[in-house]
């Protein structure tokens, strides 16, 4: 992680941050541009690394209002599992749920804007067909991280003002 924060910083960002280590970057940048922030990252991530690597970018708003609407009661814990899935703009749309495989007995799946939540009973997970998925375009087209995680991401980004 302190390489890619390096990377990060490289390209004149500020305030640049990393947490744990799943690519998770923080940073500052005056630079409105997604598609051009994205492709300028990617390809020093590929020039420092040696390997593509596909980057999705959410900002301080869009954070809060995907946290925001996530329940407060869905946890990454022993007895329950929720990850948010972030989705790549080709795939950002309320329709994509009729691509998920899921099974509404044992899971609840929703889209916010940005990502689609999935939340089961840890119990369940085995029983789940999430992993029908793997492999699949969508798959590549999503980058999930544990609810836990994105709850921190987004007061982080809060505290560093990005």
């Known amino acids: 992680m302190p390489r890619l924060k390096a990377v990060f910083e490289s390209l004149g960002f500020v305030a640049v941050k990393t947490y744990i280590n799943s690519g998770n970057v923080i940073f500052r940048t005056k630079s409105s541009d997604r598609g051009r922030l994205t492709s300028k990252i990617e390809k020093a991530i590929e020039a ?9 970018l959410r900002d301080l708003a869009e954070m809060k209002k995907l946290v925001a609407k996530i329940p407060d009661e869905w946890v990454t814990d022993k007895d329950w599992r929720c990850d948010v899935m972030f989705l790549w703009p080709e795939y950002d749309r309320k329709a994509v749920l009729k691509e998920f495989p899921i099974n509404p007995e044992i899971e609840d799946v929703r889209y916010l804007p940005g990502a689609v939540v999935w939340h089961i009973a840890a119990r369940d997970v085995t029983k789940s067909r999430r992993s029908k998925m793997f492999g699949t375009p969508l798959y590549r087209g999503l980058s999930i991280r544990n609810v836990n995680t994105v709850r921190k991401l987004a007061q982080l980004m809060a505290e560093a003002g990005s």
């Open 48 to 56: 420092d690394f040696g390997t593509p690597v596909a980057v999705v």
